[in-house]
C-alpha cells in the first residue's frame, strides 16, 4: 500500500519558519517527480513547488519563489518542504504527492499533478498567525 505521511505542521507566527516532511513507502521514489500543494479554508488545492526525478529542476509558485524550498532525499524516502518568512496566507493543509510517471521535470508535473495521476498525503495543517 502506497503511503505519503507529512509531517512538520504547526502553528508559527508571520515571518516564521517551518520544515514539512513527507515520507513515502510502498512505492519507488527515485525516479519520479515530487510536489508540494496546499490547499486553504474554502479555497482549491495550488501547487506549491516540485522537484524533478533527478533534483536537477524545481519549480515554485509565485507566491512561495524566494520563500520555500523544496528538497529530497531518495536514500530516506523523504521529500522536504523548508518554509521561511512564512505569510498569514500560507496557511493552509499542506500535501505532498508523488508522480506516477517516470522522468518528469519539476516543471512537467507543477500543472498535471491530480488524483489520478499521482500519490498524495494526507496533509499536515500550517497556521501562521498575524
Known amino acids: 500500500q502506497v503511503q505519503l505521511v507529512e509531517s512538520g505542521g504547526g502553528l508559527v507566527q508571520a515571518g516564521g519558519s517551518l520544515r514539512l516532511s513527507c515520507a513515502i513507502s510502498?512505492?519507488?521514489?527515485?525516479?519520479?517527480?515530487l510536489a508540494w500543494f496546499r490547499q486553504a479554508p474554502g479555497k482549491e488545492r495550488d501547487f506549491v513547488a516540485s522537484?524533478?526525478?533527478?533534483?536537477?529542476?524545481?519549480d515554485y509558485a509565485n507566491s512561495v519563489k524566494g520563500r520555500f524550498t523544496i528538497s529530497r532525499n531518495n536514500a530516506k524516502n523523504t521529500v522536504y518542504l523548508e518554509m521561511s518568512n512564512l505569510k498569514p496566507e500560507d496557511t493552509a493543509v499542506y500535501y505532498c504527492?508523488?508522480?506516477?510517471?517516470?522522468?518528469?521535470?519539476?516543471?512537467?508535473?507543477?500543472?498535471?499533478?491530480?488524483?489520478?495521476?499521482?500519490?498524495w498525503g494526507q496533509g499536515t495543517h500550517v497556521t501562521v498567525s498575524s
Open positions: 504527492a508523488a508522480d506516477k510517471r517516470t522522468y518528469r521535470t519539476a516543471q512537467a508535473v507543477s500543472t498535471t499533478l491530480t488524483t489520478e495521476t499521482a500519490d
Open positions: 510502498g512505492r519507488t521514489f527515485s525516479r519520479y517527480a
Open positions: 522537484i524533478g526525478w533527478n533534483g536537477d529542476s524545481t
